[in-house]
């Protein structure tokens, strides 16, 4: 059977309920992760809105927002590696199947961008039966990070600065608004070290680690 060949009687029937299961199975870990998204935003704008608007609140109230957002991000990438399983799958039966049966007879020969049929059957066979993840979890936080938890750690930081500068007076000084950053027994230029390490940390992970890699046999990234 060639790749352009229709798929007819109970082949097609299997391959269409199995092509709606995957695409409801991607579905359904997508809107699980906009549901981590979405409690990770409301929970940054509740803290910092509580936190700018009290005076009695010190400036580390704003780190329970930073700790709530990791929590968040690290379940969310979790949800993402599942997503990413189901949509290889669902991409793979697109290119494999649906894009050949879609463009059969349209155009002389072989369609082009269509698998191989031998190649498709090699792609397919790892996923058949794989219901864990291939993603590592800490590629997922950073690509996480690197579509929006990098810049809802950027609203938190500012945040947390313009609470360091206003409350309970407007800071005059750079000097003035380091040692208002103590906390405990930490001075506040080290506890402003602390930060601005953590941040550019989480900068360099979602630059790198959360880049896409290139599959080499069609350029293209997954």
Known sequence: MTSSEPFTGERATILTHYYRAMVSRADTWRMRMDATTNWAIGATAAVISFSLGNTAVPHYGVFIASLMTWSFLLLEARRLTFYHLW?????????????????????????????DPDDFRRALDPHLGRTIPSMPLWKAAARRLRRVYLYLFAVQLIAWLLKLSSDPTPATALSEIGARAHVAGLSGFV?????GVGFATAVVAAA????????PEDGKTR
């Open 87 to 115: 949509q290889q799958r669902v991409l793979l039966l697109e290119r494999g199947l649906v894009r050949p049966a879609l463009l059969a007879g349209v155009s002389d020969g072989e369609p082009a961008g269509v698998m």
């Open 191 to 195: 506890v402003m070290a602390l930060v």
């Open 208 to 215: 790198i680690l959360g880049r896409r890699d290139r599959r």
